[in-house]
């Protein structure tokens, strides 16, 4: 396994667990007690991984709404702003992710 493919699977793993964490609605420190984690290597990725998060850019293109077909639904998400959006069948969940980061975090 290369540097790179190590450094890959480690992002993922963190990303994972921070989100695992934040669905769950345990504390940090009961989380990592549960899985034998450090709280400070999981403060420092979820910090890194909040940094990357407000640093990339998703290209979002804006199109007419096609006509639904019946028992086509789409899936909204309401934001803590105020904002939704809607995806349809077969949507990337790690764009969706990336996207909510960027306008939840947008003034």
């Given at each position: 396994m290369t540097q790179r493919e190590r450094s890959e699977k480690a992002w993922k793993k963190w990303r994972?667990?921070?989100?695992?964490?934040?669905r769950s609605g345990q504390s940090v420190s009961g989380f990592c007690r549960e899985r034998n984690l450090a709280a400070s290597h999981?403060?420092?990725?979820?910090?890194r991984l909040q940094e990357e998060a407000t640093t990339k850019f998703v290209k979002v293109e804006?199109?007419?709404?096609a006509a639904s077909a019946p028992g086509?639904?789409?899936?909204?998400?309401?934001?803590r702003n105020g904002r939704s959006l809607i995806v349809g069948r077969g949507f990337d969940p790690e764009h969706l992710r990336?996207?909510?980061v960027v306008v939840e975090t947008a003034s």
């Open positions: 994972g667990l921070v989100s695992e964490q934040a999981f403060y420092w990725w979820k910090k804006v199109t007419e709404p086509d639904s789409g899936v909204e998400v309401r934001l990336a996207l909510v």
